[in-house]
């Protein structure tokens, strides 16, 4: 080792035994501050806050996709390292020159640098009393500290969304048939209040039941990402939402959504071409089981079918070339284990020609994550409920992910979240 | 002579049992090739010997484990129908056709065999369990409950196939039918309750109380044993117990039986409650047991009170033992030692003494000592320090030293007390002991007097409980205290008393004086705690603007971690704790 080479080591393995200093605030010689991604951050989720309330200050970011994880690259300004120190996000500073080596990197390997414009206004769908700590995306936006407006039927159906960038749903069903739990935990309170308040909305409404209250919702989902939104849909809001779309108009509903039953012919009368990602499934019948269609691969909530977890695995795609599909698996690990939601997974053979696949399990008849896009718009679907909760049961304890600051599954649906704030005319796919 | 010999030759093979049969070159042969995971050929000479002995079990039960990983199970349906031909009688093969007809889909033949087969059997139960199971290998819940209940319906009892209707219920997340099968199944064979319970226990709390009561509704002891175990369960000890207590048969074996059963379950239980089900149980155990073990029994209970605070509980049954000439030795000299610690925790000190006094010369140095430091502490707390450094005295253990520097603090004697805090080191006594002279320590070592008489008085005030009087003491003293010289460590503590006494405007006022830039060592301490509380004042803004002032201000304090923990709490970005 050149004697340069090692003072150089040594400075620097002497610089990271003093981590605080990067806290202390802004460095009078750098220009630029890096937040890195891999495994040198101290907290990824809350690193996604700290860029997104940079833009919201006006500040230009850029997003370095596969350079050091998915780094986030901002202006030295005393507000960004003051937030970065409150956060207890780790932040470097960068000087010119290093930039230019950085930007180096970049042109030469799979890597790219994406402007980060404009902060994307978000709206989450969920019922006004919804509790925060029972949707993963309302817990990663609260936990990273980005902003967000809640909406429900009356919002959507109200043309309010036009005013969004970035739309979420998570485990609503589409079908209008409360989860299928209508059943199984009659007289819970929780499940009372969730019906009464659907009826409710859908009588104010003027429409005749709650399926065809969230058939109207479906279509204005599918008409906001016509138009240019993006939508991100977690759990069974994935799977339902194609079913009722599909479904358009047919009755996939039990009696005791809509007053009359199902139609046993149901399957047979699906309009693929009006959903977003899956074709050909097979509806569950029996108003019972907790199950909609053969879309899930992992049917938790059916003893006889229910799969093991195993883990899921993120895709590479081409930066320069592919820049959407990559910055959605922007990850410090590749491999993650995977969750169960009522709709955990997509199998394979629903899945329509033209999806991108982000997420897979290898070997297995199903995959995890995916991506598409119609219209003007475009729409990510992520199966599973909690990242963080395996087995997530009602009724268990909310996840605190203050104990989870690395979480990989949770960075998935922040990158969702930033995705939009990318410079349009960089978006090739 | 040969043929002769020839019928009595077929009448021993036809007597030979079958595993005989199933030893011969073919069966030897198609088991070998299963074995090594050659089922195509494990299959063809299965099928071989079923050639020749259509009803050979082991043959059928063979092909259809080779036929299932080829994919193949369909495949069986010829030697099936051949084999029932043969044995039209043979359950183990109509199991084999009933699971082959379901395999196919053939709900028809499915219910036709079973029928076949319940008329062979009219009192067994197997039949039709065995087309419950069919049916649910095919998914069909629905016609696993038709052949349930059609079974029951022939062979003329309610209670038939309870323990699968229960399994099937639960699959379906029906707990309360579950239950109620359970419960028919368990009085039928007892055996089931464990499973019973383990699977009702998994009921979501929403249905807990729903199944409580149709429990409650029942009257006998298997419902009643059932509502314990699941209240156990479901963190109500005293409940179980207490459900328990009055359905206990009169036969004394049969009652032990029942409470030993609910003992190993509170056991494994921790708390308060739990203790006291545990002592609760326990006294049931000793007024059934005979005398020699009865005594053990009641000293158990004793010590079960005495942990879960039941006092007049401990004292019920130490009561007479500790005088009990009957009672085996150690049992006596266990209950005396009990019963002292139960009359320190009383107060009645005097008593407490004498009684150890009595008791030393049957006791080891350790206990001895022990039970003299806990009679040394009651003085303390009593204010009696006198007396409690005379009890002390003698002791130089490294708990003992301890004490008496706790003693040495109350008197005011600062030099003294940091001197023997040094002295025991940090390991003596338990985790909380050790806490607390660590913290005391970290309150002393500022101060830079030797004695401070005021301090000790109000540390005196607070170990005897009078806490508004300690706090008023400990400001007053602090006031006259320059910040970085004790001033804010004082200030803090009065602080963090005033929050715990419900006292927050006290409670501001205190923390803030113990905040100062004077003071940087206690300054993130006390940031934290006037944190807490303005979040419990739900006055979030202003908590937020404290820890941010912590975090950016004391960066290389050990509680930005936890500064940070907070300023996520009061912005409500993850749950409160």
Known sequence: MKRREFVSRAGAGLASLYPARSWLGPWPTAAWLLIPMDDSQTDHLKAYGVAYRALKRGVKAEWFLNYRSGAFLLPSDAGTARDAALAGVMVEPVDDSQLVQIRGGLRNDNMDAVPLEKPPKVAVYAPPNAPPWDDAVTMALNYAGIEFEKVWDAEVLGQKLKTYDWLHLHHEDFTGQYSKFFLNYAGSAWLVEMVERNRAMARSLGLPSVPALKRAVAVAISDFVEKGGFLFAMCTATETLDLTLAADGNDIAASYADGDPMDPNATARMKWDRAFAFRNARLELSPTTPVYSDIDGHQVNSPERRQPLGSYTLFNFSAKIDPVATMLVQNHRQVIPDFYGLTTSFTRKTLKPGVTVLAEEPGASWVKYIHGERGQGTWTFFGGHDPEDPQHQIGDAPTDLSLHPHSPGYRLILNNVLFPAAKKKELKT | ?577
């Open chain 2, 1 to 577: 002579m040969c043929l002769r010999l020839v019928p009595a030759i077929w009448s021993v093979l036809l007597l030979l049992p079958v595993p005989v049969w199933s030893q011969q070159p073919g069966m030897t042969r198609a088991f070998d090739l299963e074995r090594r995971g050659d089922y195509a050929g494990a299959a063809a000479a299965y099928r071989a010997v079923l050639t020749n002995r259509p009803a050979d079990v082991s043959a059928l039960l063979g092909l259809e484990r080779s036929l299932l990983p080829l994919n193949q199970g369909a495949d069986i349906l010829p030697a099936v129908r051949a084999a029932l031909e043969a044995a039209p009688s043979s359950s183990a093969v109509y199991g084999v056709a009933l699971r082959a007809w379901a395999a196919t889909d053939q709900s028809d033949s499915v219910r036709a065999t079973a029928e076949r087969w319940a008329r062979s059997a009219p009192t067994e139960e197997a039949p039709y369990r065995e087309w419950g199971a069919a049916e649910l290998g095919r998914q069909n819940r629905a016609g696993a409950r038709a052949a349930y209940l059609r079974g029951r319906e022939r062979l003329g009892r309610p209670d038939a196939m309870a323990a699968e209707m229960a399994q099937l219920s639960l699959s379906e997340g029906d707990y309360t039918v579950a239950l109620r099968e359970w419960l028919l199944a368990v009085r039928r064979l007892p055996g089931y309750r464990a499973t019973a319970v383990a699977t009702v226990s998994q009921a979501p709390p929403p249905a807990r109380d729903h199944l409580l009561r149709l429990l409650s509704g029942e009257t006998d002891l298997v419902s009643r044993r059932i509502e314990a175990d699941l209240r156990a369960h479901w963190g109500d000890p005293l409940g179980a117990a207490r459900t328990l207590a009055p359905a206990l048969p009169a036969d004394r074996v049969q009652a032990i039986a029942v409470l030993r059963s609910l003992l190993d379950q509170l056991k494994m239980l921790r708390g308060s409650e739990a203790k006291q089900a545990q002592g609760l149980v326990l006294e049931a155990l000793a007024e059934r047991s005979p005398e020699a073990q009865a005594s053990r029994l009641r000293l158990e209970a004793a010590q079960a009170y005495t942990a879960s605070g039941d006092r007049a509980g401990a004292r019920r049954m130490l009561a007479g033992l500790t005088d009990d000439q009957a009672a085996p030795s150690s049992v006596a000299s266990d209950a005396a030692t009990t019963l002292v610690s139960v009359l320190i925790s009383e107060g009645k000190l005097d008593q407490a003494a004498e009684r150890l006094g009595q008791l030393q010369p049957k006791l080891s140095a350790d206990e001895y000592d022990h039970l003299r430091r806990g009679l040394a502490l009651g003085w303390m707390r009593s204010g009696d320090l006198v007396r409690a450094d005379s009890a002390i005295a003698p002791d130089s253990s490294v708990e003992g030293l301890a004490l008496s520097g706790r003693i040495r603090l109350y008197r005011g004697d600062v030099r003294g007390a940091v001197d023997l805090f040094k002295a025991a080191g940090p390991y003596a006594g338990d985790r909380s002991e050790a806490t607390l002279r660590t913290a005391f320590l970290a309150l002393l070592q500022p101060l830079e007097r030797d004695s401070l008489p005021e301090l000790g008085s109000a540390l005196l005030q607070l170990e005897r409980g009078d806490t508004a009087d300690a706090i008023g003491k400990l400001e007053r003293v602090a006031a006259h205290l320059p910040a970085r010289q004790g001033g804010a460590e004082l200030h803090l503590l009065a602080g963090r008393l005033s929050a715990a006494s419900g006292k927050p405007a006290d409670a501001e006022r205190l923390l803030r004086a113990a905040a100062v830039k004077e003071a940087p060592v206690t300054a993130p301490a006390a940031n934290l705690a006037l944190a807490d509380v303005l979040i419990s004042a739900r006055r979030e803004a202003e908590a937020v603007q404290v820890l941010e002032h912590l975090i950016l201000d004391y960066p290389q304090s050990a509680l930005v971690p936890q500064a940070r923990r907070k300023l996520d709490e009061a912005r409500g970005a993850v749950p409160r704790t």
